[in-house]
């Protein structure tokens, strides 16, 4: 007896990996790597909090209709978790990053200090009932080692204070602990809805640091809003906050907590080509070898 077109059409759909599917982690570090270069464009135009509360509130003001208009469920009884995930993810891990380099910290080394991530994720796998392979765990040190050799070039320690580590140090653990926070409690909910708790709560947070630190009302009027700037701050909202973070979400939901930070590895190689080719930054034989290196570690870890 043989199958029908349509009977084969749908064993075929159900053992072909989806597209999609695949294509999500390139298109995640792709957009994620943008976050430094968005700093360097929207950092000399405004304070680093005040620009993180711009951000927050544009991304308020673009899915607040949405959800209303599309009826998204709310996840009731889970809300609270959900702020709590976010507040580390948003608040912790882009407030320790950008006040950093705001201080004086180098890119690179604010970028090496944070690629540290998926060795502590992966050290705190077994709080979210995983575990970590040995050949993971090698994928996991060839990882940081390119990330080493990518930055290497850029570190300098010219203006380091310990304030700027202390940021940066805080960025790591916040987006560390947010990761392993929502997978373990929440790792499933409408990301419509689910992204305007996060970011709403994360404007609460920030907002009592911005008017501490910043003097709020000086700021706002203090903000240069240049095309470079607006154009950094509508990709910080539409691509990174909106984009890239429903992807990170979609990801942490299908995957080990491990693997998906293990992608956080190829965040400086790519960031570092596309400096290359926007700013004319160096990029050596040295860099390339880490990038390759890297490569190699992430894919060391998430094959099945």
């Known amino acids: 007896m043989t199958l029908t077109t349509s009977t084969q ?4 759909a159900t053992t072909r990996p989806n597209s999609w599917i695949i ?5 995640f570090v792709l957009i994620w790597s943008t976050g430094f270069i968005v700093a360097k ?14 951000r927050f509130s544009g991304v308020l003001v673009v899915l607040l209709p949405v959800v209303l208009l599309m009826k998204a469920p709310w996840p009731i009884g889970r809300i609270r978790q959900i702020a709590a995930a976010g507040m580390l993810v948003q608040a912790g891990y882009l407030g320790g990053v950008w006040c950093a380099i705001k201080l004086g910290m180098p890119a690179g080394l604010s ?10 994720t992966a050290f705190a796998a077994p709080l979210v009932g995983e575990r970590v392979t040995g050949r993971q765990w090698i994928g996991l040190l060839f990882g940081v080692c390119g990330v080493g050799l ?8 010219i203006g380091l ?15 560390t602990a947010g990761t392993l926070y929502q997978k373990r409690h929440c790792p499933s909910f409408d990301l419509r809805t689910g992204t305007v708790i996060q970011f709403a709560a994360s404007f ?9 630190f910043e003097h709020l009302t000086p700021a706002f009027n203090a903000v240069q809003w240049t095309p470079r ?10 691509a990174l906050s909106i984009g890239a973070i429903f992807l990170l979400f979609a990801l942490i939901r299908k995957s080990a907590a491990t693997q998906v930070s293990s992608l956080m590895y190829l965040t400086p190689p790519t960031t570092a080509v596309m400096a290359w080719l926007m700013f004319g930054e160096a990029f050596s034989m040295v860099g390339v070898a880490g990038m390759v290196l890297a490569v190699i570690g992430v894919a060391l870890v998430v094959r099945k």
């Open 9 to 12: 059409a749908r064993r075929s």
């Open 23 to 27: 294509a999500m982690p390139f298109l």
């Open 41 to 54: 464009f929207g950092l000399p135009y405004a304070p680093p909090l005040t620009f993180l509360l711009l």
């Open 111 to 120: 970028a090496l200090i944070v690629g540290m991530q998926p060795i502590l």
């Open 150 to 157: 990518v930055v290497a070039n850029k570190i300098s320690l």
């Open 161 to 175: 204070s310990w304030q700027s580590i202390a940021l940066s140090v805080l960025a790591l653990l916040s987006i």
């Open 204 to 212: 609460v947070v920030v907002l009592p640091f911005a008017i501490a």
């Open 229 to 238: 700037f607006v154009g950094a701050l509508a990709w910080s909202v539409l």
